[in-house]
C-alpha cells in the first residue's frame, strides 16, 4: 500500500510542473517509429503515471538546462531538490524514512525518462539513490533515521565510495584502511573518480577492517566536514560534467564505530549489492540517451534535404534507423527483466543484472553514435543536443562493472555451469 501511496503523490505533484507536457516518449497511438520504441508499452496504469511525471520534469526542468550544466560544470542541486519533491530522491528507500518505496522496474522506468532530459543529472541522482538504499537496507533503526530522510528529500547528498587508484574492476583489492581505536575507526586511503565528490554531504566508503581480500572490508558513513576528509582537484571530464568528480582522501579521518553499516567484515558483501542494482539504473540511464537519439535522428532525417530530397527518403537510412528501434527496444526488454529478477531476488539476478548492463550500454552507446553520425557535421556541433548524448553515455561501458570485466565474469559462470552439466550428465550413466 506504500508503494500506492508514493505512485499516487508522485503523479499528483507532477501534474503541477507543467499544464502542456512536451515529452519524447511519443505516442502509442502514432504510427510510425515513435510507436515501435513506445517505452510506455507493457506498463500498468500507475507506471504509466509516473513515467508521464519523470517525462515531463525530464522535458521542462533538465532539458533546457542540460547543455548549460554540461559547458559550465554546474551541479545543478536546485533541480535535483525538485525532482526529490516527486519521490525521486529515495525511489527504491522504504517510506518510513521518507523514501518512495517503489520497485527496481519502477526505477528503471523513471531513471530512463529523466536521462532523455540529461544523462549526467540522471546517472548521479541515479549514484545517490543507491547510496540512500544501502544505508535503508543495512543500517540499523538510528542510522536510518537519521541519514535517510534528508537523502530522500535531497536535503543532502551522498557519493558512493569504492573504487580506487589501485583497484577498479579489481574491487576486493581495496586498500583504504579503518583501525579501530575505541569509538571510533581512523581512516586512511584514497578513492577515485568519486560523482559527486567534494560537493556532496555523506559518503559510504568501503574500507578494509580485516585481513586481505573481500570478508576484510567494512562500510562506513562518512559525514562532510569530519576532520582527516579532504578531497582532490575536480577532474576535467569528456562527459557528465554536470556532476563533480573528485578523489576522496582519508588522512587520520575519524569516523564514529555507529556510522559502521552492518558488522565488519560485510562491506563488501553490501557494495556488491548495491552494484546490482546500480548496473541496472546505469543501464536505464543509456536506455534514455538512446530513446531521446533515435528521436532526434529521425527529426533530422525529416528536414533535412541532400540530391533533391529528404534524407527520410533514403532507404539505407531508414535501415539503419530500423536496427537502432530494434536494439533499443531490445535492451529495454533485457534491463527490464533484470530489474524484475533483482526485485524477486531470483537465483539468476546477479547474472542477468551483469548481462543487461553488458548488453544494453555497449548497444546504446551504438545507437547514439549513429544517430550522431546521421545528423553529418551538424552532429559534431554543441548546438545538437545528440553529441552530448554520446559524450556522456560512453563512460557507462566502463563505471558499474567495466565490459570486459563483465564479459570474463560471465565466461567464468558458463563455464562452471558447463562442468555442473557435465558432472550431473556422467552420473546419469
Known amino acids: 500500500m506504500a508503494a500506492v501511496g508514493a505512485l499516487s503523490r ?77 519521490g525521486f530522491g529515495g525511489i527504491y528507500v522504504q517510506p518510513d524514512v521518507g523514501g518512495s518505496g517503489l520497485s527496481r522496474l519502477d526505477t528503471s522506468i523513471i531513471f530512463e525518462a529523466l536521462s532523455t532530459g540529461c544523462v549526467s543529472t540522471t546517472a548521479y541522482i541515479s549514484i545517490h539513490n543507491m547510496c540512500a538504499w544501502m544505508i535503508d537496507s543495512y543500517g540499523n533503526k538510528e542510522q536510518r533515521e537519521k541519514f535517510c530522510p534528508d537523502l530522500c528529500s535531497m536535503e543532502k547528498f551522498a557519493s558512493y565510495c569504492l573504487t580506487e587508484p589501485g583497484s577498479g574492476s579489481d574491487a576486493a583489492s581495496l586498500l583504504t584502511s579503518a583501525q579501530r581505536k575505541g569509538d571510533h575507526y581512523v581512516l586512511n586511503g584514497s578513492k577515485a573518480f568519486i560523482s559527486g565528490g567534494g560537493d556532496t554531504d555523506v559518503y559510504v566508503v568501503m574500507c578494509r577492517t580485516g585481513g586481505k581480500g573481500p570478508k576484510g572490508i567494512s562500510c562506513l558513513v562518512v559525514e562532510k566536514g569530519t576532520p582527516g576528509l579532504s578531497f582532490g582537484k575536480k577532474e576535467k571530464k569528456v562527459g557528465w560534467n554536470s556532476q563533480p568528480t573528485r578523489a576522496v582522501i582519508f588522512e587520520d579521518c575519524a569516523v564514529p564505530v555507529a556510522n559502521r553499516l552492518g558488522e565488519e567484515g560485510q562491506g563488501f558483501n553490501f557494495a556488491m549489492k548495491g552494484l546490482n542494482g546500480g548496473r541496472i539504473n546505469i543501464a536505464s540511464c543509456s536506455l534514455g540517451a ?24 533514403n532507404q539505407f537510412l531508414q535501415f539503419k534507423l530500423a536496427e537502432m528501434a530494434t536494439k533499443l527496444v531490445a535492451s529495454r526488454l533485457l534491463i527490464r527483466e533484470a530489474a524484475q529478477a533483482l526485485q524477486e531476488d531470483r537465483p539468476d539476478a546477479v547474472a542477468i543484472c551483469s548481462m543487461a548492463k553488458l548488453f544494453a550500454t555497449d548497444e546504446c552507446f551504438n545507437i547514439c553514435n549513429q544517430a550522431l553520425q546521421m545528423h553529418g557535421g551538424y552532429g559534431y556541433l554543441k548546438d545538437y543536443a545528440v553529441q552530448q548524448f554520446v559524450r556522456d553515455i560512453r563512460v557507462h561501458q566502463i563505471l558499474e562493472g567495466e565490459v570486459f570485466s563483465l564479459s570474463l565474469a560471465f565466461l567464468f559462470v558458463f563455464c562452471h555451469i558447463l562442468v555442473w552439466l557435465l558432472w550431473f550428465h556422467v552420473r546419469q550413466l
Open 10 to 86: 508522485i503523479a499528483r505533484l507532477g501534474s503541477r510542473i507543467c499544464k502542456n507536457r512536451v515529452t519524447l516518449s511519443g505516442n502509442s497511438q502514432k504510427r510510425g517509429i515513435a510507436a515501435c520504441i513506445d517505452p510506455s508499452h507493457g506498463l500498468t496504469d500507475e507506471q504509466k503515471e509516473f513515467q508521464k511525471v519523470a517525462f515531463d520534469f525530464a522535458a521542462n526542468e533538465m532539458a533546457p538546462h542540460m547543455a548549460e550544466w554540461d559547458q559550465k560544470e554546474i551541479f545543478p542541486v536546485e533541480t535535483m531538490r525538485k525532482a526529490a519533491q516527486l
Open 290 to 313: 538512446a530513446h531521446a537519439s533515435v528521436q532526434l535522428a529521425r527529426d533530422h532525417l525529416l528536414v533535412r534535404k541532400q540530391f533533391g530530397e529528404t534524407l527520410s527518403n
